[in-house]
């Protein structure tokens, strides 16, 4: 193992811990207390939908970086793969899960699948 691949390896495994602990704590400490309060903005069905959405779709981001930085450290000819589908899963799930749980309200689901739709066809085309 060279000191680079370690060095990624450390970053990808504490990314994935921090993401964990992001959502988990994160869902507990800070977002059940909002939506229960249910007060001001979270009075709106919409809003209550996207808080939490948004808030574990960063984790997913997350995860997304610590695959690159893995792949980067033990399969370097395949991070762009691995970075791509990955990419292209992750904002077509999360963009067709934010169009049904916001009833297609939120402007964000276009965009986020199209981002899914083209990383894939990058993926694809290369």
Known sequence: MTGQQAAL???SLLLVATMGVHSILGQKRLIRPILKQGTGVMQRPLAR???PFGWHLMSLFG???A???LAW????DQAQ???LAMT????IVSGIWDAFGSK???VGWPPLTLIGVISLAALFLG
């Open 9 to 11: 390896t450390i970053a």
């Open 49 to 51: 939908f996207i808080l």
């Open 63 to 65: 995860l997304i970086i």
């Open 67 to 69: 695959a690159i930085l």
């Open 73 to 76: 450290a033990w399969a370097p």
């Open 81 to 83: 793969t691995i970075g």
């Open 88 to 91: 292209g899963l992750v904002f």
């Open 104 to 106: 297609g309200q939120h």
